[in-house]
């Protein structure tokens, strides 16, 4: 990225700061919504506070208040009439409740309106003066005289009482004017709280497609541009260069975007020279192997052909002169013959080395028990001579070529019988499960190896022992190795084997050996179904045969 690019992108805002403020403002209009909202519900409250604890309950007192002066009245004209005192009751009753009701009047006068306080003290002026002017007096002059009354008292205290009777109408004007207000202020706070109410739904359903769109046009949408840019690089546009206006993270992954992909450039760039130079080097293996195939075949036909000859005519020089010169020439000969004999050995162990894995043949199920009989067929005389024992149970199918199975059994027969010491050689070949292989177990009661030679063993024409003690080319065991990897299982020395020598090796265990009958691998053998058993072959002859072939179809 460019210098002026990447101060473009450092002065936009990071993601995170983006969505602080559409949070931020999310916020700040709940906190508005809920302050608006929480005002118009405590006035919506206070209202109906009023009506409900003051104005209701106040004009409930004034109503009891004017039935009990009706009460007094009613009572002081009937006992007037009569003269009977049951006619009293309501007047006391009357008296009680007037004097409970403005109790409770007075109680709250701080919360009714400021002209209700000086009507109260004129009902209850008034009041006191009609009982006193008339009320108490009737009563006593009945009282006095036992008489009924009639006349101007009786008129004068119907003017007294119309005076009453006009002031608690007042005072019930005024109480309920007051109520008639409160009402309507608690419905003007109800339309106000749910106007406040839609305004909010309203707001914060427009906050949150302002919030939604805002967020798609500066984050969601950038980030699907660098998605598809990214999937276009990634399908092999790496030409491509990653360009995303938006946030500072979106800009930011961008620019490492191309970063990588200019890296990747680099590394393609890097990758076709690489390719160019491997597929020199792989031509010019070509070459190679088609000029090592030219020498194996030179070496199969042409050099073995007078190798044989210096073989054959050094050993009738041996015979013929054999005594008849002198000491050193018979030594001469004896070097001349034992010298071609190797010769010979090492070519065909080079040559049968050669051709491990070169195969076109895959590998199929073949017999273990089959390869390890013919191997012992192979080399019956030197068991014979030796006499050796070899101990096995059953051993499985396994998916090698025959041919080869067989060689590796020949070889490891082979150095147990070279190796054992002078005293007669006793063979163990076992075998279980070590899956997905059979581990098979090679052991003998020879000579043994040192553990500081476990590897060394295995090297192509390494030995431990001289020549004159221990015949070979050194050959057997690298063969061996090389044919068990070739099959896909690996070989080694048990380095903690006291008494003798026991290798271990692995070979693929097919499914299809996997049944009831090799449950035991080292139960009694069934080979009802095995191969049937093969002459004895020459692994080593048979792999230079079909090696010939093969090259003479190359060369043809």
Do not use: C
Request: aromatic residues 6%.
């Amino acid at each position: 990225m460019s210098g002026t690019k990447r101060a473009d992108a450092a002065r936009r805002w990071p993601l995170s700061r983006i969505v602080g403020v559409a949070v931020l403002a999310l916020l700040l209009f709940s906190v508005a919504a809920v302050t608006v909202g929480a005002f118009a519900v405590l006035n919506l409250s206070h209202a109906r506070g009023r009506v409900v604890n003051v104005l209701d309950p106040a004009a409930i007192q004034v109503e009891q208040l004017d039935n009990s002066l009706l009460n007094q009245e009613t009572g002081v004209r009937g006992y007037a009439l009569s003269g009977q005192l049951s006619f009293l009751a309501p007047y006391d009753t009357g008296v009680t409740e007037e004097k409970a009701a403005i109790a409770s009047l007075r109680g709250a006068l701080g919360q009714l309106p400021t002209a209700t306080r000086g009507d109260l003290a004129s009902v209850t002026a008034q009041a006191h003066y009609w009982r006193a002017h008339y009320a108490e007096a009737a009563i006593a002059l009945v009282k006095r005289t036992g008489k009924p009354t009639v006349g101007g008292n009786v008129i004068a205290g119907k003017g007294y009482f119309d005076a009453l009777r006009t002031k608690v109408a007042k005072l019930q004007s005024d109480i309920s004017s007051a109520r008639n207000h409160a009402l309507a202020t608690l419905s003007r706070s109800s339309s106000v709280l749910d106007a406040v109410f839609i305004a909010v739904a309203i707001g914060l359903a427009l906050i949150v497609v302002l919030l939604a769109l805002g967020l798609r046009a500066t984050a969601i949408r950038p980030l699907h541009r660098l998605a598809a840019q990214v999937r276009r690089v990634a399908d092999g546009d790496f030409e491509h260069e990653v360009t995303v206006p938006g946030p500072r993270e979106v800009t930011h992954l961008a620019a490492d975007v191309n970063t990588m992909r200019e890296r990747i450039l680099q590394e393609l760039s890097a990758t076709q020279e690489a390719n160019a130079i491997l597929q020199a080097h792989a031509t010019e293996l070509q070459r190679s192997n088609s000029e090592l195939e030219q020498f194996a075949y030179v070496a199969s036909h042409d050099l073995q052909e007078p190798l044989r000859k210096v073989a054959s005519f050094t050993q009738l020089l041996q015979r013929r002169y054999a005594g008849k010169l002198d000491a050193r020439a018979d030594q001469y000969i004896e070097f001349a013959v034992d010298g071609a004999k190797r010769m010979q050995a090492l070519i065909n162990d080079l040559l049968a080395y050669s051709r491990v894995g070169r195969s076109e043949r895959e590998p199929a199920l073949v017999s273990s028990d089959t390869a390890l009989t013919q191997a012992r067929a192979n080399l019956a005389e030197q068991i014979e001579e030796t006499g050796a024992t070899i101990e096995t149970g059953h051993l499985p199918l396994v998916l090698a070529e025959l041919p080869l199975l067989i060689a590796v059994f020949q070889n490891l027969l082979s150095n147990a019988l070279k190796f054992s010491g002078g005293k007669p050689p006793r063979i163990v070949v076992t075998v279980r499960r070590d899956e997905p292989f059979w581990l098979f177990s090679f052991s003998d009661n020879g000579i043994g190896i040192e553990p500081e030679y476990a590897e060394r063993i295995f090297v192509i024409f390494q030995r431990l022992n001289e020549r004159s003690a221990y015949a070979g080319t050194g050959i057997g065991l690298s063969m061996t190795r090389k044919i068990i990897e070739y099959f896909g299982g690996r070989i080694w020395l048990d380095t903690t084997f006291n008494g003798g020598t026991r290798f271990y090796f692995t070979l693929p265990m097919p499914q299809e050996t996997i049944t009831p009958e090799l449950a035991d691998p080292l139960g009694t053998p069934d080979n009802q179904n095995a191969p049937a058993l093969l002459p004895p072959p020459d692994p080593a002859a048979e792999l230079e045969h079909r090696q010939d072939e093969e090259t003479d179809d190359r060369l043809r």
